[in-house]
């Protein structure tokens, strides 16, 4: 049984920081791309950020870049989201994505959601003032 569980979420006031964690439970080592997507209420599964363990190569959303930074720690098989200088359009719900592909995920597989195996039960984020 693999799952991944996040966990860090709160609510915070505009400009103000939060990271958030990935746990990986069930792997006996780390999947290869791992991703964080987003979902605000009524609206489709977004994808915020990826990172490719094989060379630390990462992705992000044009809307967080220079505010969001990926990161995995392979020792406490953990993935994080350092998220800076938060805004209200950051509000939603915020889910972990792992898939067991051989290799990097081509760029325009890296932020669909079919392409990722599986998915943690979420943590939320909240901006507002």
């Known amino acids: 049984q693999v799952h991944l569980v996040e966990s860090g979420g709160g609510s915070v006031q505009p400009g103000g920081s939060l990271t958030l964690s990935c746990a990986v439970y069930g792997y006996s080592y780390i999947t290869y791309e791992m991703a964080w997507f987003r979902q605000a209420p009524g609206k489709e599964r977004e994808g915020v950020a990826t990172i490719y363990t094989g060379d630390g190569r990462t992705y992000y959303a044009d809307s967080v870049k220079g505010r969001f930074t990926i990161s995995q720690d392979n020792t406490k098989n953990t993935l994080y989201l350092q998220m800076n200088n938060l805004k209200p359009e950051d509000t939603a719900m915020y889910y972990c994505?792992?898939?067991?592909?051989?290799?990097?995920?081509?760029?325009?597989?890296?932020?669909?959601?079919?392409?990722?195996?599986?998915w943690g039960q979420g943590t939320q984020v909240t901006v507002s003032s």
């Open positions: 994505a792992s898939t067991l592909a051989m290799g990097p995920l081509s760029m325009g597989r890296l932020f669909s959601r079919k392409s990722y195996n599986y």
